[in-house]
């Protein structure tokens, strides 16, 4: 894993980055919680995504959103923010010319992010959102979600009800040709406090049937 600084829209973005060694690896990018409540690319989901991704044989970027750490500029409230992770999805395809799959991840406020990505990036192959806040924010853009993907989140969360995702999810699953794998930790609150050996997990058994899908049979 080797630091690396990328020309961001305001000024330099912090990123750690690992290179795979086969051609044409995949690649990911992994969006970290709200800034302004001590969210960083440190943050052990976010970083235990990243190792996850990194196992699973990805090319990996995390970052630090502007503000942060050494990245330069100050929050902006998500439009900012997903402006940097546009230029940091640049960076990483400028490194990787023909990946075999690209997608993104986040968790909380990232995973807000990481879903307009999707938005504006029709390259994305690809999603994990961690305990979306669908509680907070407005993710009615999401019409239609572009790409299948899985979306986790906790039985006890105190910050995000339940209720709110499941919401969510279901209005995702709901269109056509779309599958969204919802699942619930049952005793994982918002931090994912001891939970993050089974959260990831999850991550590892999504990935691995994402990236190799069992052949069609034909009928007959």
């Known amino acids: ?116 990505l999707l938005m504006r990036r029709p390259e994305l192959d690809g999603f994990i959102a961690i305990a979306p806040p669908a509680n907070m924010y407005d993710f009615t853009f999401l019409a239609p979600c572009p790409v299948s993907g899985m979306i986790l989140h906790g039985g006890k969360d105190e910050i995000v009800p339940k209720d709110s995702v499941m919401k969510l999810a279901a ?9 969204i794998d919802y699942r619930v930790i049952s005793e994982a609150d918002h931090f994912f406090a001891n939970e993050v050996p089974e959260l990831i997990t999850h991550v590892h058994e999504y990935l691995t049937t994402a990236l190799n899908p069992m052949p069609k049979v034909a009928n007959g």
């Open 171 to 179: 209005k995702l699953s709901a269109q056509r040709g779309l599958h």
């Open 1 to 116: 894993m080797s630091e690396v600084l990328i020309a961001g829209p305001v000024g330099r973005i912090e990123a750690r980055y690992h290179q795979a060694k086969v051609r044409n690896a995949p690649l990911a990018i992994i969006l970290h919680p709200h800034p302004e409540h001590g969210g960083t690319m440190n943050n052990k989901i976010t970083y235990a995504l990243f190792r996850a991704f990194v196992d699973q044989g990805f090319s990996t970027l995390r970052f630090n959103f502007r503000g942060v750490g050494r990245s330069e500029g100050k929050f902006d409230h998500g439009d900012g923010e997903l402006s940097d992770a546009a230029a940091c999805l640049d960076w990483l395809q400028v490194q990787n010319s023909e990946p075999r799959q690209c997608w993104v991840a986040g968790f909380s406020f990232g995973a807000w992010i990481c879903m307009q």
